[in-house]
């Protein structure tokens, strides 16, 4: 353990000591000069992990602010400082209070990111960076939720004809057949962002993962990455916290 996650110990044991269900904090050993103080609100296993894994990434200085293991005092947190619209991830970033993980993605690349995570402007990958950091809300995750609700509301052997998460996913899959990476020839955020709403697809059962083998190996090289690694040692220390229960599939 280096020193700065000593103290960081130090403070999480000082604080434990103090509250039954204290604010849980870290903050990584790493600076960047200038760079505004950046808080990251999460809920283990959100989508607040993308801006994580982000940092981690870029080696951008920030603090993660949750209570470990209590998702209702996480969000009790979220909504102290963002009462109309509680949502993971919340960021203050200097005196800004900021949502929507893709837009903040996007704001921390374009002022701290150095040209590192996308494709140059003028690079062919780059339109397809931009349309998979926005197909991963707009298109799969919006979907794969819809269906989840759908079968747990109406369950069927047969599936609604307004069940079609399946075709975004053999898309992606299709897409991964002929690139690397969702940013194309090289890791990007883009990846960052299409991680989260492929693996609640998988966890809930709403998709077989093994009918799509390059999203499977393009997942398991995303999970091998070190600052993929880093993020879960600080984000999700205990694991998934309070997973939604999968679909009943034959």
């Not at 849980?24 to 989508?47: C, F, N, S, W």
């Not at 993929?228 to 600080?234: D, G, Q």
């Amino acid at each position: 353990m280096n020193k700065l996650h000593a103290v960081a110990a130090g403070a999480l044991a000082l604080a434990l000591t103090a509250c039954a269900t204290p604010m849980y904090q870290t903050m990584p050993d790493r600076t960047a000069a200038g760079a505004p103080v950046l808080q990251i609100y999460h809920l283990e296993g959100r989508r607040s992990e993308r801006l994580v894994w982000l940092c981690e990434e870029l080696g951008l200085p920030y603090t993660l602010q949750f209570k470990r293991g209590d998702l209702a005092g996480s969000m009790q947190a979220i909504r102290e400082i963002s009462p109309l619209m509680p949502v993971a991830p919340t960021v203050r970033y200097g005196d800004q209070v900021v949502v929507e993980s893709g837009a903040i993605i996007q704001m921390l690349l374009a002022r701290h990111g150095a040209g590192r995570l996308q494709p140059a402007v003028a690079s062919p990958d780059y339109p397809y960076h931009l349309q998979w950091m926005h197909y991963a809300e707009g298109s799969f995750a919006s979907r794969v939720i819809a269906d989840y609700r759908v079968e747990m509301i109406r369950p069927s052997a047969t599936p609604s004809r307004l069940v079609d998460a399946e075709d975004t996913v053999k898309f992606a899959d299709d897409y991964l057949s002929r690139h690397p990476y969702f940013g194309g020839a090289e890791f990007s955020a883009a990846d960052i962002m299409m991680l989260f709403p492929l693996n609640f697809a998988t966890s809930t059962k709403v998709v077989d993962i093994a009918k799509f083998p390059h999203l499977a190996a393009w997942r398991t090289k995303m999970e091998a990455r070190p600052a993929y690694k880093r993020m879960l040692a600080v984000a999700r220390p205990d694991g998934m916290v309070g997973s939604l229960p999968p679909l009943k599939r034959p």
